[in-house]
Each structure stands twice: as structure tokens, then as C-alpha cells.
């Protein structure tokens, strides 16, 4: 059984909690009574405790199914029960003073950095790791483990992906059920695929998740063109089922490629020659869509299908780079040139767009309101303050044309920052005319700090990209 003096150091260690400093309060003390904090060399004795197996009565066992890897662990029933609702089960139903468990081999080679963390409240890990650790504070019930890893992954996804780790944790997450890890790896992922593209990690892509990518209208990337190679690339790696390979093809929007590259494709592409049935209708579309104004186009065909509505490409035709250095300063100002639409009808026709980046822009709700006379209806002393004005982006073209007629020009402003050495894609924003319409545009962000997080060296980085969305014309039957 434990010994006296360790319940005892156990019950004074869960017993206080930390104010602030080396001062302490005592639950159920009151609030003007301090206690002097020796907290960290109570935990310091504890893993003393694990390391030297003093006063141990429990020896734990753990080993993979096959028994090429084993792990003796001395440990102490109390702690275990504490921690882990899982291993306090065990414990009450166990039939002798050995606990055997079986663990994947990736578990297991954890395992004692699993069990320190249940006497010391802390660890140290790696990238490798993580996934590990996270399965064993899911399945013994350590709650306060599993979010902190959790917490961990989505704040290194920018590392995790140099290193080729952010597939595996998303592909993990699926296994786990867990929904807010894998929502938060499919946007980084989409949100910089075109540097996934050209990684380690791409090939190792599962067919749902190529499907989960292909689908999606928010991916960050050069060009269409660039996602079709990739796709070819790996299915030529993988050689999937011919289900998976129709259906991918027929994710990508083939009408956002150029004709020229389009015939290109065709005559080259091992892939396109395989599989040319399965895609044949949407070729025919797409260079209809390409020699015709998407205005005639729009009289006969549904231009608001995934075929004909642009994703977030970073090719100069679709916008424009934009360091804004010393954001909070003034009003900046840029000028740029867009290609009018992606269609083969519209080539060499360009549209001059004009974007004001306003750091303090105050809504016009809390604007002061002035009467007939010029008089202000607020005083002074009731205006708003300068904290409630907020950074504000406004897109317009310098002209307007004739050939606009049924197109509507969405802008897209995607914010960058640097994470781990790595220049990643932290928010994209959408909207038609100001970002006032996205309504959180850079909310939250402290643009005053050269450390925020949304500054790379003290600037922000801005990419714009100008999307063509084409109104059908077609009349409903009813």
C-alpha cells in the first residue's frame, strides 16, 4: 500500500493553487490568506518518486501485441487513479499488483514520457511524437493532455508541414473523431496547398482528403493548371481505383486553365489520354467557355457550377502582392492591373483596380452625427474613442465598361504571417467592394506591435485577387 507520507504529500499538492509569483492560496481559505510556495520542489520530489520507484505498488507492463517491444514501468496506484479515470478502473478491478497493457509501437515508445506527465503536469515533446501522446491521453482520460496537444498541433501546423507531419495529424484526427483538429488541418492545408504541393508530404495524401482539397473553393494556390499537375502526379504515385481517379478529375475547374494549355493537356497528359471519357463534358464546356463572351455562355449554360468559379490563384492575371509596411501609420494606396476574366474571349483585356488600406477607419454607426446648422449632435467628450476604429480595405475599379454587364467581381484579401520561418497563410477575407463586409477583418489584431501576430517584421503582408462570378441566364422552366 502507499505509504502514509506520500498521501500526504499528494494532498497538500492538490490541495493549493497558485495566485501569482511564489504566493498561494488554500482552497476554502480567505482571500487576504497567502501560504509560501515550494510547489515546484514538491513536483521535483514526485518525479523522484517515479524515478527511483520509491514506495511503488504497481508495476506496469506495456508492450505491443506482437511482444517486440516492452516497457516495465514502477508506479503508484494513488497518482494513476487521480489522473486517469481510465487507469483508476483498472486499478479497483485488477487482479494482481502487475498491470499488463497493449500499445501500438508508436505508444509505447512514449509511454514513460505519458506516465511523467501524470506526476509532473508537464512534458517535453516533438513533432513526431504528438499524435502518440494524444492517442494515450485519449484513451486513459487525460483530459488536460489531449487539449493541450490539440492546442499544441493547430499552433504548429506551419513547422508541422515543413516537416511533413500536418497529413498525418488531419489523418489521425479522422481516426479520432476528432472534429475541430481536422477541420483546423484541412484549412491549413487549403490555405497553403500550393506549398503542399511541392512537399514530402503530398504523396502521402489519402484519397478522402485529395477528394476533401478538390472540392473546396478557398484553396491558395499558383493556378488551376498547378493543381491539375499535382493531381496527375499523385495518382500516377498512388495508382487509386478508377472511381477515385474520375472523381478527381472531375473536381478540377478545367475552365480556369487557358485553352492553350488545355489542348496542351490533352495531347500530353497520360492521365487526360486514360481517362478522356470521364471528363469529355466538362472539356466541351470549358472551351465553349473560352471562345464565346460568358455573357452569350450565360444564356445557355449554368456558369454558377464549381466549373466556372475561381479559386484563390496567386498568378499576377488575378492580382496583386501588397506589403503594407508600418500598418498603423496612414492611409496607403495601390494601384493594379487584373485580366478582365479568365475566359479566352476576354484575353488581353485588363482592368485597373484601385485598393485603400485605411488603418483607423471608424464605422458609421459610431460616426458623430451633426444637424442642419453643422452642429455636432454628440459632445466632445462623447466621442467614440480611437480604440473603436479598426483597419478597413476598399477595392473599386478605376472605370466601369460595358463588358462588366452580368459579371460580379469578388475580391479576396489573404493576410500572410510568418510561422516557424515560414511565410503561411493566416485569414482570407472576402467580400465585394470594402472589408467592412467581411466584418472581422483583422479583428483582434494588436497592428501597433511589431511582435503581433499578424506582422511579419513589423509589416503586414497582403495578397489581393480579383474572382469573376458569372450570372446565369437561363430561364427557370416552371
Known amino acids: 500500500m502507499m505509504t502514509g507520507a506520500l498521501y500526504l504529500l499528494l494532498a497538500v499538492w492538490l490541495h493549493i493553487r497558485p495566485l501569482s509569483g511564489d504566493l498561494l492560496k488554500l482552497e476554502g481559505e480567505l482571500e487576504d490568506s497567502n501560504v509560501i510556495s515550494h510547489s515546484q ?75 511523467r506527465y501524470l506526476y509532473c503536469g508537464e512534458l517535453s515533446l516533438r513533432l513526431e511524437q504528438v499524435t502518440a501522446l494524444h492517442k494515450l491521453a485519449t484513451k486513459y482520460g ?67 482528403l485529395l477528394l476533401a482539397l478538390l472540392r473546396r473553393s478557398d484553396l491558395v494556390l499558383q493556378s488551376e493548371l498547378e493543381l491539375f499537375e499535382g493531381l496527375e502526379a499523385w495518382l500516377i504515385q498512388n495508382d487509386p481505383d478508377s472511381l477515385t481517379v474520375e472523381n478527381a478529375l472531375r473536381a478540377v475547374r478545367y475552365a480556369m486553365i487557358p485553352p492553350q494549355e488545355l489542348f496542351r493537356l490533352q ?21 465553349q467557355f473560352h471562345s464565346a463572351s460568358p455573357m452569350q455562355l450565360a444564356k445557355f ?20 502582392s501588397w506589403v503594407v509596411n508600418n500598418p498603423v501609420r496612414d492611409d496607403r494606396s495601390t494601384s493594379f492591373q487584373t485580366q478582365l476574366g479568365p475566359s479566352g474571349h476576354d484575353e488581353g483585356k485588363r482592368v485597373t483596380w484601385n485598393a485603400l488600406f ?31 476604429a479598426r483597419p478597413r480595405i476598399i477595392i473599386t475599379p478605376t472605370t466601369s465598361s460595358a463588358e ?21 497563410v493566416r485569414n482570407i477575407y472576402n467580400f465585394h467592394q470594402t472589408t467592412e463586409e467581411a466584418g472581422d477583418f483583422l479583428a483582434g489584431a494588436d497592428l501597433h506591435q511589431r511582435t503581433s501576430e499578424y506582422l511579419t517584421e513589423g509589416s503586414l503582408h497582403l ?16
Open 463 to 478: 495578397h489581393v485577387i480579383i474572382k469573376p462570378l458569372y450570372q446565369t441566364l437561363i430561364a427557370i422552366k416552371k
Open 267 to 287: 495531347r500530353y497528359s497520360l492521365i487526360l489520354g486514360r481517362y478522356h471519357e470521364s471528363v469529355r463534358d466538362l472539356l466541351y464546356l470549358s472551351f
Open 41 to 115: 520542489g514538491l513536483v521535483g520530489r514526485l518525479e523522484t518518486l517515479l524515478l527511483h520507484g520509491n514506495s511503488s505498488d504497481v508495476s506496469m507492463r506495456v508492450e505491443t501485441a506482437d511482444g517486440d517491444e516492452v516497457k516495465l514501468i514502477q508506479a503508484h496506484a494513488l497518482v494513476l487513479s487521480l489522473q486517469s479515470p481510465a487507469f483508476s478502473h483498472m486499478l479497483q478491478t485488477r487482479n494482481s499488483s502487475t498491470l499488463v497493457l497493449q500499445e501500438s509501437a508508436d505508444c509505447v515508445a512514449v509511454f514513460e514520457k505519458f506516465i
Open 301 to 320: 449554360f449554368d456558369v454558377n457550377c464549381s466549373l466556372f468559379v475561381p479559386r484563390n490563384y496567386l498568378l499576377a492575371s488575378w492580382g496583386t
Open 142 to 208: 487525460v483530459s488536460d493532455l489531449q487539449r493541450g496537444l490539440t492546442e499544441y498541433m493547430s499552433q504548429n501546423l506551419a513547422s508541422a508541414s515543413a516537416s511533413g507531419h500536418v497529413v498525418g495529424w488531419y489523418e489521425y484526427a479522422v481516426a479520432a473523431g476528432d472534429e475541430g483538429l481536422k477541420t483546423t488541418c484541412l484549412q491549413f492545408l487549403s490555405w497553403n496547398l500550393s506549398f503542399v504541393l511541392r512537399s514530402m508530404q503530398w504523396p502521402s495524401v489519402s484519397a478522402e
Open 358 to 388: 485605411s488603418p483607423r477607419w471608424l464605422p458609421v454607426s459610431l460616426r458623430p452625427m451633426y444637424n442642419e446648422q453643422g452642429a455636432m449632435h454628440q459632445s466632445q467628450a462623447a466621442q467614440p474613442p480611437m480604440s473603436a
Open 404 to 424: 462588366f454587364a452580368g459579371v460580379s467581381f469578388q475580391k479576396t484579401v489573404i493576410v500572410s504571417t510568418r510561422q516557424q520561418g515560414q511565410l503561411v
